[in-house]
């Protein structure tokens, strides 16, 4: 029994000095994992001057506004009021009585036509032209008119009949600074001359017939509004589309494909508004979008996108308003989306979302969330069983798969913590980029 007993308490001992030195000989501890940091922010490659140099020197003392019906000398009157004669007798429907008050040696009485002071000159001049809603019908040479008036600094006409070629030229207009053209009879290439004109922060073509590839250029081009919307653009838009520094920007309803490119992110100083609605674009969203924390409406319903929402997406502190409606994304809606501070109407109905949490189900008790006609289970209004599992029958995937979990951001704190229905005398967001998506009237 003895001996026994010593031969156990030997083992005992061997055990408690040799077994944990053999263990740590044999099985070292695993290495640490490293950090996963997200990709570098994407930059834009060309750079804008901020606060925007002035028009003119700001110490000029200008002459003050004059009254219409007495000017004093107007800048080039014969040659504007030679041009003016001749858009005249092009015009052959008029139906607001524009071309009637045309007449005469003083263009500032004429319908349409706003003067003030020329900086350079100091006298008045003819500083704008408003033909806005007009209607006029006829073959309207704009680019021949507007290269006549030499002192223009904001161009409007929307629903007319104007078209042509758009030449070389407008970089001679030292003050323009606004154009409009929305609605009109513009046919052709995309008008890269236009952005010769390089102190407009104003640029307006949607509603007209100008259809291929837009230039690399109009995204390089300094401009706070682009409003290219309701044309027949095609191709993919090109991969420097986060250089531009436009705030307010319209793709919608055009023929484009391709993704969205990844150099969005670049925009985050600068882009509020963006619609990329009834498009033909398609794949996964890049997780870039998810550094626009200035952005309040973003809008990519009605493409062939597909794939989950990134996780970066709730790094988009200011977004009130989200349109993924009409695509086929899928996979859970999630929480950090619906923990966003400032959701007021986010609209993922028709695609194919699987999950939401408590966070998200707050939200569509509030009626800020829309996620009819995706495959939740147990959610009314959802797609039939026989749907959603032909669409999950086919394999599904992304590129970059690994970049939809990164959160680039410290997460925003959730608001409407305490509320639980919504209410009535909540005053809604008022974006400018939808307005731009109603047809002017013709």
């Not at 793709?251 to 009834?278: C, D, H, K, Y």
């Not at 996780?311 to 695509?327: E, T, V």
């Not at 009314?380 to 069983?385: G, H, K, L, N």
Request: proline share 10%; charged share 15%; aromatic share 12%.
């Amino acid at each position: 029994m003895f001996p026994q007993l010593l031969f156990s308490t030997f083992l005992l001992l061997i055990n408690a000095y040799f077994f944990p030195f053999a263990i740590a000989q044999t099985c070292p501890p695993p290495p640490r994992c490293p950090t996963i940091s997200p990709p570098p922010r994407p930059t834009r490659t060309v750079t804008y001057v901020r606060p925007r140099p002035p028009l003119y020197n700001p110490s000029l003392r200008l002459l003050p506004r004059q009254p219409n019906n007495n000017p004093g000398p107007l800048a080039n009157r014969a040659r504007i009021l030679a041009i003016t004669q001749e858009l005249k007798r092009n015009i052959t429907f008029d139906p607001q009585g524009y071309t009637g008050t045309w007449v005469g040696n003083n263009y500032c009485l004429f319908k349409g036509f706003i003067c003030d002071t020329v900086p350079d000159r100091n006298i008045t001049g003819l500083a704008g032209i408003d033909f806005n809603g007009a209607r006029f019908g006829g073959n309207l040479n704009f680019y021949r008119f507007i290269t006549n008036l030499p002192d223009i600094a904001f161009f409007h006409a929307n629903s007319n009949n104007f078209s042509g070629v758009i030449n070389q030229g407008l970089s001679g207009l030292r003050y323009f600074y606004e154009i409009d053209l929305s609605n009109n009879k513009f046919a052709g290439g995309f008008p890269s001359n236009v952005l010769g004109a390089t102190n407009l922060t104003f640029v307006d073509l949607r509603y007209n017939n100008y259809l291929g590839s837009v230039p690399r250029s109009l995204f390089n081009f300094d401009t706070d509004v682009l409003f290219i919307n309701n044309n027949v653009f095609s191709r993919t838009i090109p991969s420097n589309f986060g250089n531009t520094p436009a705030l307010y920007l319209t793709l919608a309803n055009n023929n484009f494909t391709g993704t969205i490119p990844r150099s969005i992110g670049a925009a985050w100083q600068t882009m509020t508004e963006v619609l990329f609605l009834g498009n033909k674009l398609s794949g996964c969203l890049p997780f870039e979008i998810g550094y626009l924390n200035r952005t309040t409406v973003l809008d990519v319903g009605s493409n062939r996108l597909t794939g989950p929402i990134p996780q970066s997406f709730g790094c988009m502190a200011r977004l009130q308003l989200l349109n993924m409606a009409h695509n086929k994304f899928y996979g859970p809606i999630p929480e950090v989306l619906c923990r966003l501070p400032n959701a007021f109407n986010f609209t993922l109905s028709n695609n194919y979302f699987t999950q939401v949490g408590p966070q998200c189900r707050r939200l569509i008790r509030l009626r800020r969330l829309n996620v009819n006609r995706n495959c939740i289970m147990g959610f009314p209004f959802q797609r039939s069983a026989a749907d959603c599992a032909s669409f999950f029958a086919k394999p599904r995937t992304c590129a970059r798969e690994s970049t939809f979990s990164i959160i680039p951001c410290r997460l925003p704190a959730a608001s409407l913590r305490t509320r639980t229905v919504a209410q009535d005398d909540e005053v809604p967001p008022a974006p400018r980029t939808y307005n731009a998506l109603v047809k002017p009237p013709h």
